[in-house]
């Protein structure tokens, strides 16, 4: 993978090449972004860079310092001195695109097979090269699913670890380097701490990546030897544009799912499935049937609801989450303010009309709440019904309640 095959993030892309450029790199990284951002791919990219032959030749060729004779060590190179991305023609570019490289390992949450298996990251090295062709920008949740884990707990183990130091105790076999890019090292328990020693002392020319999105969850053993790379964000624009060029969405669709799907883009890909979907009429008939039109109807939306698939409600609750977010807007920048289709606008006028800053504030957690059961596989009956009588008490705490 290229660096501008990953959406965005020009800053973070000319800091790692600047890295490699100026023999800056820390032998323990970690790649800290939330979810959707593209932190796997910056990883495999910049792996890919480290080991690129003509990358290589430039880092080689560049002085350590004075030289024997007396001249003047040249200047440091700039950043525009050597090439910011790899080649991908060599034979070490052309290997790392099909995630083959002899000196490149990864690891990764995986579950056994069948009961007593111990599992290795390589054992699912196929589906792993297929995923990340299919979905590089996809989260746990979808790896495990798509090994078939269904309900099963993903995990890093002890065994996998003891892999990982017999791997890197090897020489390389090509470029010169050994790197492992770990992924989700939130998955490693209490046995991560078997590769302290080896991430502290590593061998020459040996690179760790982690690619992480919850650095509170990571084992402070582990994350204080390592050096922060903090991926931000994708801007709307970032992935509004690659939905355009990607996806073929429409501009104006795009620029929508954009403002939703806030810097995450497996979101605004999961948003662009399911661009055709009213949420909007959806959620009418769901504050009306909570404000106006009684039990009966909470009920029939319920049961309407809890027909849609898993990520159809998740979408639907963010675009709830959405509109209450701009309604907050609205009410603190002005309506000239806030760029919104007209649609959106007056519709998140009107929740302002129906709930105050506080109780929108509470409706959001609640609403965050339910996203997280979702993905849990909690009863969406019970979960809505629930979700119905907590939004009921929340807004009814405003004085005057008007229908949507």
């Given at each position: 993978m290229l660096f501008k095959n990953v959406i965005g993030q020009a800053d973070v892309k000319l800091h790692l090449a600047n890295m490699v450029q100026h023999n800056r790199i820390s032998h323990a990284l970690l790649f800290l972004g939330k979810e959707g951002c593209?932190?796997?791919?910056?990883?495999?990219?910049?792996?890919?860079?480290?080991?690129?032959?003509?990358?290589?030749?430039?880092?080689?060729?560049?002085?350590?310092?004075?030289?024997?004779?007396?001249?003047?060590?040249?200047?440091?190179?700039?950043?525009?001195?050597?090439?910011?991305?790899?080649?991908?023609?060599?034979?070490?570019?052309?290997?790392?695109?099909?995630?083959?490289?002899?000196?490149?390992?990864?690891?990764?949450?995986?579950?056994?097979?069948?009961?007593?298996?111990?599992?290795?990251?390589?054992?699912?090295?196929?589906?792993?090269?297929?995923?990340?062709?299919?979905?590089?920008?996809?989260?746990?949740?979808?790896?495990?699913?798509?090994?078939?884990?269904?309900?099963?707990?993903?995990?890093?183990?002890?065994?996998?670890?003891?892999?990982?130091?017999?791997?890197?105790?090897?020489?390389?076999?090509?470029?010169?380097?050994?790197?492992?890019?770990?992924?989700?090292?939130?998955?490693?328990?209490?046995?991560?701490?078997?590769?302290?020693?080896?991430?502290?002392?590593?061998?020459?020319?040996?690179?760790?990546?982690?690619?992480?999105?919850?650095?509170?969850?990571?084992?402070?053993?582990?994350?204080?030897?390592?050096?922060?790379?903090?991926?931000?964000?994708?801007?709307?624009?970032?992935?509004?544009?690659?939905?355009?060029?990607?996806?073929?969405v429409a501009e104006g669709t795009a620029g929508q799912i954009s403002l939703i799907a806030e810097g995450n883009y497996r979101e605004a890909l999961q948003l662009m499935q399911h661009a055709d979907e009213d949420w909007q009429s959806l959620l009418r008939e769901w504050l009306n049937a909570i404000l106006k039109n009684g039990p009966i109807a909470q009920v029939k939306w319920i049961e309407e609801v809890s027909k849609l698939g898993r990520e159809k409600q998740k979408q639907f609750l963010r675009y709830f989450t959405h509109l209450l977010e701009q309604a907050i807007r609205l009410n603190a920048m002005g309506p000239e303010n806030v760029h919104l289709p007209e649609k959106e606008k007056d519709f998140a006028g009107r929740l302002n009309k129906i709930a105050a800053f506080n109780q929108q504030q509470a409706i959001i957690e609640e609403l965050d709440k339910a996203s997280y059961y979702i993905e849990r596989n909690a009863n969406p009956k019970m979960l809505f019904h629930a979700l119905t009588i907590k939004l009921y008490h929340i807004i009814a705490a405003k004085e005057v309640i008007t229908v949507i």
């Open positions: 593209g932190a796997l791919p910056l990883a495999i990219a910049f792996a890919q860079y480290v080991v690129c032959e003509k990358v290589n030749r430039k880092a080689a060729a560049a002085p350590a310092g004075a030289s024997l004779f007396g001249e003047e060590p040249p200047a440091p190179a700039q950043s525009g001195a050597g090439p910011l991305d790899s080649c991908g023609e060599c034979p070490s570019c052309v290997k790392m695109q099909q995630l083959m490289h002899p000196d490149i390992h990864f690891s990764y949450p995986v579950i056994p097979r069948k009961s007593g298996d111990k599992p290795l990251s390589s054992d699912y090295i196929s589906e792993w090269r297929e995923f990340i062709a299919k979905y590089p920008y996809g989260n746990s949740y979808d790896w495990l699913q798509f090994i078939g884990a269904e309900n099963k707990q993903g995990n890093i183990t002890a065994y996998e670890c003891n892999d990982i130091i017999r791997k890197l105790s090897l020489k390389s076999f090509e470029s010169g380097f050994k790197i492992l890019v770990m992924w989700m090292p939130e998955y490693l328990g209490n046995e991560g701490n078997k590769l302290l020693k080896l991430i502290e002392e590593p061998p020459p020319n040996t690179l760790f990546v982690l690619v992480a999105e919850n650095e509170s969850l990571i084992l402070q053993t582990i994350l204080s030897r390592t050096q922060l790379v903090k991926i931000p964000a994708l801007t709307h624009q970032d992935i509004s544009n690659a939905l355009i060029t990607r996806g073929n």
